[in-house]
């Protein structure tokens, strides 16, 4: 477990654990509500022409991106990836989100075409840091749309089912390995 420090209000200094991606992702979901809207995480093909850490769509069939960003690299990272291209140019997304720790909420290189999620350092809190810009050419998803969505969502279910299956077959396979008849 990787740590950062952060100050006390007794003027001392405290580590506390980084958020992790995962983290930052559960608690977006939390806030969008899911039972409210379709989100699906890791879209990298068959709906955008860009990769998105998720999509998420509100019954109204509006799409939001949303970027998790846990660290200052990740964000300078998605920079050199020319990410408001894909923005700009996908009429499926309507508002661009970072989602990000609260210390870096004020980070230079956060787009400012993409309104700012803040999630406190526990990842039990979102806040509005800055709103998303409405992006003037988005359209609502299209019934086809909406089920590749919804697809790729259930997809990303079977593969981590898929995943724990193998996780526990090896964890059944090294408690027997050594043991002999």
Same mark, same amino acid.
């Given at each position: 477990?990787?740590?950062?420090?952060?100050?006390?209000?007794?003027?001392?200094?405290?580590?506390?654990?980084?958020? =992790? /991606?995962?983290?930052?992702?559960? /608690?977006?979901?939390?806030?969008?509500?899911?039972?409210?809207?379709? %989100?699906?995480?890791?879209?990298?093909?068959?709906?955008?022409? $860009?990769?998105?850490?998720?999509?998420? %769509? +509100?019954?109204?069939?509006?799409?939001?991106?949303? @970027?998790? &960003?846990?660290? /200052?690299?990740?964000? &300078?990272?998605?920079?050199?990836?020319?990410?408001?291209?894909? $923005?700009?140019?996908?009429?499926?997304?309507?508002?661009?989100?970072?989602?990000?720790?609260?210390?870096?909420?004020?980070?230079?290189?956060?787009?400012?075409?993409? #309104?700012?999620?803040?999630?406190?350092? $526990? #990842?039990?809190?979102? @806040?509005?840091?800055?709103?998303?810009?409405?992006?003037?050419?988005?359209?609502?998803?299209?019934? +086809?749309? =909406?089920?590749?969505?919804?697809?790729?969502?259930? %997809?990303?279910?079977?593969?981590?089912?898929?995943?724990?299956?193998? $996780?526990?077959?090896?964890?059944?396979?090294? /408690?027997? &390995?050594?043991?002999?008849?």
């Amino acid at each position: 477990m990787s740590y950062r420090l952060t100050d006390r209000k007794d003027g001392r200094m405290s580590r506390i654990p980084k958020l =992790t /991606a995962i983290e930052v992702e559960a /608690a977006v979901a939390a806030f969008y509500g899911i039972r409210e809207t379709v %989100m699906v995480p890791n879209v990298s093909w068959g709906l955008l022409e $860009h990769e998105a850490d998720m999509v998420i %769509m +509100k019954a109204s069939r509006w799409a939001d991106e949303v @970027e998790i &960003k846990v660290s /200052a690299s990740d964000i &300078k990272a998605d920079l050199r990836k020319n990410r408001g291209r894909g $923005h700009r140019r996908s009429p499926l997304i309507r508002k661009l989100w970072f989602a990000v720790p609260e210390h870096l909420a004020d980070d230079p290189n956060i787009p400012v075409f993409a #309104g700012i999620l803040k999630i406190n350092e $526990h #990842g039990e809190r979102v @806040e509005v840091y800055r709103p998303a810009p409405i992006n003037p050419s988005a359209r609502k998803l299209t019934d +086809k749309e =909406t089920y590749t969505l919804m697809r790729l969502g259930c %997809m990303r279910i079977w593969s981590l089912k898929n995943a724990a299956i193998s $996780h526990i077959n090896d964890k059944r396979y090294n /408690a027997t &390995k050594g043991r002999t008849k």
